[in-house]
């Protein structure tokens, strides 16, 4: 392989695995803003105010760049461990792996809990008080889940953006 050849994979590699920080970095912000601020500000509110303002934030994060940023956190991450992994990279791509992994586990609880508490809250019609006590119970602790494997998540990416200049190890 050429010197040019090298440097240009290199170039890809970090450039993924910046974008997987990035993305990643994003994604714990938001869960972290929520569980440090939003439900507990929240939480102070009255039901009306609660539900509707729930309402409202989640019908404003249902756009494109969130969907980018939220999808592209895992893509650019399980990218960055198969790169490395074929780069004979090891302790990198194990660390961009436990990443993917943690990221993957945050996918999951997104999709199989908070939207759908989300989209029942969307329908949950004027009874305000049952809507707050039929959401808020879950989806705070498993938001609060998401922002701790979400941090984890960011957490393995420095030893893989660390590691990822280190010689090749078979």
């Known amino acids: ?9 290199a170039g890809v590699l970090t450039g993924v695995l910046t974008a997987a920080l990035v993305c990643t ?10 569980t440090v601020s939003v439900m507990p500000g929240l939480h102070e ?5 609660f539900v509707t303002a729930m309402r409202g934030i989640n019908a404003a994060i249902e756009n494109g760049l969130f969907g ?19 780069s004979g990279r090891r302790a990198a791509a194990w660390w961009a792996g436990a990443a993917a992994v943690l990221y993957l586990l945050v996918l999951i609880l997104t999709m199989g809990v908070e939207v759908p508490l989300n989209d ?10 049952r809507a707050r006590h039929d959401f808020e119970g879950v989806w705070v602790p498993v938001n609060d889940l998401r922002t701790v494997l979400t941090a984890l998540a ?11 200049t280190a010689g090749v190890s078979r």
């Not at 392989?1 to 994979?9: C, D, I, K, L, P």
């Open 120 to 129: 029942q809250l969307a329908r949950a019609g004027d009874d305000f008080a």
């Open 25 to 34: 970095g994003l994604m714990a912000g938001i869960f972290f803003a929520f």
């Open 154 to 164: 960011l957490a393995c990416l420095g030893p893989a953006l660390a590691k990822r």
């Open 1 to 9: 392989m050429t010197v040019t050849a090298t440097r240009s994979r």
């Open 45 to 49: 509110t009255d039901d009306r105010t």
């Open 68 to 86: 980018l940023v939220f999808v592209g956190a895992l893509g650019f991450t399980g990218l960055a461990a198969v790169l490395l992994a074929r």
